[in-house]
C-alpha cells in the first residue's frame, strides 16, 4: 500500500484544526499536524500576495487521495485551496501500518 502526505494551507490554525479533525473522524487521513504560522508569496488574480497561513499535513493511503481531495475541497473557505499530495518513500513499518489501518 503507498502512503502520501497531502498538504493544504489555511488563513488560520483553527481553520487548519478543523479540516484536520473533521478529515481524521472521517476515516480520510490518519491524522493530521497544523504547522505554522508560516508565510506564502504567490500571485492571484494578477497581483503577488504575502499573507500569512497555516499548514494542515494530513497522513493517508494514496487510495484515499481522491476523496480527501474532494473533502478539502467542498469544505475549505478558499476558492481554490491547496491540495497536494507527497508520496511517502520510507518510513517507520509501524506506523505506516497504522496509517492503512486508521483510514479502512
Given at each position: 500500500?503507498t502512503?502520501?502526505?497531502?498538504?493544504?494551507?489555511?488563513?488560520t490554525?483553527?481553520?487548519?484544526?478543523?479540516?484536520?479533525?473533521?478529515?481524521?473522524t472521517?476515516?480520510?487521513?490518519a491524522?493530521?499536524?497544523?504547522?505554522?504560522?508560516?508565510?506564502?508569496i504567490?500571485?492571484?488574480e494578477?497581483a503577488?500576495?504575502?499573507?500569512?497561513e497555516?499548514?494542515?499535513?494530513?497522513?493517508?493511503?494514496?487510495?484515499?487521495?481522491?476523496?480527501?481531495?474532494?473533502?478539502?475541497?467542498?469544505?475549505h473557505?478558499?476558492?481554490?485551496?491547496?491540495?497536494?499530495a507527497?508520496?511517502v518513500?520510507g518510513?517507520?513499518?509501524a506506523?505506516?501500518?497504522?496509517?492503512?489501518?486508521?483510514?479502512?
Amino acid at each position: 500500500m503507498t502512503h502520501v502526505v497531502v498538504i493544504t494551507t489555511t488563513a488560520t490554525a483553527d481553520a487548519a484544526a478543523d479540516l484536520g479533525r473533521a478529515a481524521v473522524t472521517r476515516g480520510l487521513a490518519a491524522c493530521a499536524q497544523v504547522v505554522g504560522p508560516i508565510r506564502s508569496i504567490y500571485r492571484w488574480e494578477g497581483a503577488v500576495q504575502d499573507d500569512t497561513e497555516h499548514q494542515c499535513w494530513l497522513k493517508t493511503t494514496l487510495e484515499q487521495v481522491e476523496p480527501l481531495t474532494a473533502f478539502i475541497t467542498e469544505h475549505h473557505d478558499y476558492d481554490v485551496p491547496e491540495v497536494i499530495a507527497l508520496p511517502v518513500v520510507g518510513g517507520s513499518p509501524a506506523y505506516l501500518d497504522w496509517v492503512s489501518a486508521a483510514v479502512r
